[in-house]
């Protein structure tokens, strides 16, 4: 296909269809998001530690929309079941290879028990070295936490502060 006739069709898309879960669907979508919240909450009690791959509302969301974007593509006024089946497929698929991969560290839900830790005790040491609502780059927050600790400890507590860093970047040292 030509390049400039799929962006026509995306551009087409884009603005003339915008499909929403069918009934069928979002009831499809209501059981298996549930089933898979129970699962996560038995598999936690059986192991006495979080999920690593906890199941919230955002990743519910994020199901809707790959279902919502796959019938959008075929031009359909509604998701159906099979949209559903397919966007839960694409969801599993790619959040098992990232968690697998170790590249879900310090996203919102996928930060094992110890680096939290970790990360709280950095943010509290940044809190007492950083004047409160100051505004601090990322760069300045890893050389300073870096100088901190020495080059002996530069890989482990760079990681730490690259991933306290994301947590914050941009953003005012709050109290």
Request: aromatic share 6%; glycine share 6%; net charge positive.
């Amino acid at each position: 296909i030509e390049l400039n006739k799929l962006k026509r069709f995306i551009a087409y898309c884009r603005s003339k269809c915008g499909p929403r879960l069918s009934a069928e669907a979002a009831e499809k979508l209501k059981n298996k998001y549930i089933l898979m919240r129970s699962g996560a909450r038995e598999h936690e009690r059986e192991r006495d530690h979080s999920s690593s791959i906890p199941i919230t509302v955002r990743q519910l969301e994020a199901i809707i929309r790959a279902s919502e974007s796959l019938a959008k593509m075929k031009l359909q006024p509604f998701a159906t079941e099979r949209d559903v089946e397919e966007g839960l497929r694409l969801f599993q698929v790619s959040t098992l290879d990232a968690a697998m991969s170790g590249s879900l560290a310090g996203v919102e839900g996928f930060t094992t028990s110890e680096d939290q830790e970790m990360l709280s005790r950095v943010e509290k040491q940044l809190k007492r070295r950083f004047a409160i609502g100051s505004q601090v780059s990322e760069h300045s927050i890893v050389q300073d936490f870096l100088k901190q600790v020495g080059w002996h400890c530069a890989r482990t507590s760079g990681r730490m502060a690259n991933l306290f860093a994301d947590q914050c970047e941009g953003e005012a040292v709050q109290g």
